[in-house]
Structures are given as C-alpha cells and as structure tokens.
C-alpha cells in the first residue's frame, strides 16, 4: 500500500517549490490588497468560475488535495473514542434519501472494471462485524461522537474482487498495482452521490453501517446502509446507499459540483 501513497522526490520538491510560489504569491496578493482593496476584491470576482469558485481558491484546494494524499498513511487511523461517549446526531442532510424505500427489494449494487454483482443486506451483514466510536465531523462546523456498526468497505472489496482490474478474490491490498482508484457511491435514486479515493475507502475504518449506538439503523439516518468514513468530513458519510462502484476515473461529487473540496479528508 505504501507504494502509490508515498512522494517521490521529484513530486516532494515540486510540491514544496509550488507551496513557495503560492505563499509568495499570497504576500503579493496581501499586499495587492492593502494597496488598493477594492480593486483587488473586483479582480478576484472577475476571475473565471470554476466548479463555482474562483480560480485562486480553487487552486490553495488542489493544492491541499496534493497535500493530504501525500501525507495520508492508510495505517494512521481516526480518534477513537469510548463507546459511552457516543450521541446520537441530528438528522443532516436528506438528500437523496428515500424515506418510503421498499428494503425487501432493496439491493446493494457493487461494479467494478471486472463485473457486477447484486448483494441482499444479509449478504452484508455476513461479513465480519466492526464496532468502532469515531466523530463525525460536519463542514458545517458541528461534530458528535457515534458508535458505528457494520462491515467494512475493505471486507466487501476482498470478498468480490471487484476494487481489482483483474476481479482477483482476496485482499486488494495485496495487489495494490491492480487496484482501480476511485469508488463512487450513490443513493439508490441518485440524489445524492460521493467520490472516494480508494485508500480512504479501503482504509480499515471505513464501514458500510447497518447500526448507529447499537440500534439499527433509521431511514433518515441512512437505512438500510450507509458509509461511516471518519478520515472524510460528513459530506461523505453517504446515507442510503443504493451503488458503490470502483473505477478509473474521479467520480463526480454532490457537493464538489457545489464548490466544496473534492478530498474532503483529514
Ligand atoms: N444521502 C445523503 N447522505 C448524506 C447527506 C445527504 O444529504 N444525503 N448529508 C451528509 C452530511 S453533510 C452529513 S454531516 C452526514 C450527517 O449524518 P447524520 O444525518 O446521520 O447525522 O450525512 C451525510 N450523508
Ligand atoms: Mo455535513
């Protein structure tokens, strides 16, 4: 796993080179700013939009991007808490979420390069079973501590082979140079939908939730499953979850199409 997540040196000094150029370029820009604030507030907004922001900002987020994955150990895990500290959260985002969804006929969808299969949430529920108390942390700017129960996401990935190009059965992690890159999740009815880097999703406590506090999961809080990813924000903690498909290329994501950061990680 280390492989793909470690900086080569010619990446290092490029990105140290590029964090030199923008912390000058942000002294400039300060000083741009004293000099003549109101023109240089205009120039900002005459910039040309990208994914809603503008383009200087956009930049200090791939930047953040090339940062976080560089420095992102797939061992380095998320706080975790005693499981009495745990809260329920309020209900925080419906989007997408189907409260009327016939879970008999319910299935999860999982694709990859290889093939697709169709599971049961038995089918699910049959992998092995991980409690872990983590916080869930909202961009919002609130957090709360939660027990999550249910599979994780790395389990699913051995047992059908599908986050391997080759379809190989057995840990993905074994056969890193075979793993596609990227895993897009979405609602059953595509409301609302996420994009993963596939060493967070593999990450060993990222979980496909049936539970919250012990007790099944409710609709609103994502029934019948749903992602508890504590190395992303909340915006990725995708409730309902209908398709989980692992691929080459980045899939789109609700709330980066709405200008916010695509990682989204810590
Ligand atoms: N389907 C769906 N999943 C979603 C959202 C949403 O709007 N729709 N909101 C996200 C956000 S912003 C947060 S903070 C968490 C909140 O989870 P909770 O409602 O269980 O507290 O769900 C995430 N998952
Ligand atoms: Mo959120």
Redesign the pocket.
């Known amino acids: 796993m280390n492989k793909p997540m470690s900086l080569p040196d010619d990446q290092y000094r490029e990105l140290n080179q590029q964090l030199r150029r923008m912390t000058r370029r942000g002294f400039a820009w300060g000083g741009a700013a004293i000099l003549s604030g109101f023109a240089a507030w205009k120039w900002l907004g005459s910039r040309s939009e990208e994914e809603m922001l503008r383009w200087p900002l956009r930049r200090a987020l791939e930047l953040d991007e090339k940062l976080a994955r560089a420095t992102f150990n797939p061992a380095r895990k998320s706080r975790e808490f005693l499981p009495r500290s745990a809260r329920m959260?309020?209900?925080?985002?419906?989007?997408?979420?189907d409260p009327n969804l016939e879970r008999k006929s319910w299935r999860l969808q999982i694709a990859g390069s290889s093939g697709a299969l169709a599971w049961t949430l038995d089918q699910v529920k049959a992998l092995p079973r991980f409690e872990i108390t983590t916080e869930?942390r909202?961009?919002?700017g609130w957090s709360?501590i939660v027990t999550w129960g249910g599979a994780r996401l790395v389990d699913l990935a051995s047992a059908t082979g599908l986050a391997l190009r080759t379809g190989q059965v057995g840990d993905p992690m074994t056969h890193t140079a075979d793993l596609l890159p990227y895993v897009s999740l979405t609602?059953p009815n595509a409301?609302?939908y996420v994009g993963l880097d596939i060493a967070s999703a593999l990450h060993s406590q990222t979980l496909l939730c049936y539970e919250?506090n012990g007790e099944p999961l409710t609709i609103?809080?994502?029934a019948p499953l749903?992602l508890a990813i504590p190395v992303k924000y909340?915006?990725k903690?995708?409730?309902?979850i209908g398709t989980i498909v692992f691929t080459d290329s980045r899939p789109a994501d609700y709330w980066t199409s709405k200008g916010y950061d695509w990682y989204a990680g810590f």
Request: proline content about 4%; charged content about 20%; some cysteine.
């Open positions: 959260p309020r209900v925080n985002g419906r989007y997408g979420i869930l909202c961009i919002e709360e609602t409301g609302y919250m609103l809080h994502g749903r909340g915006i903690n995708l409730k309902q």
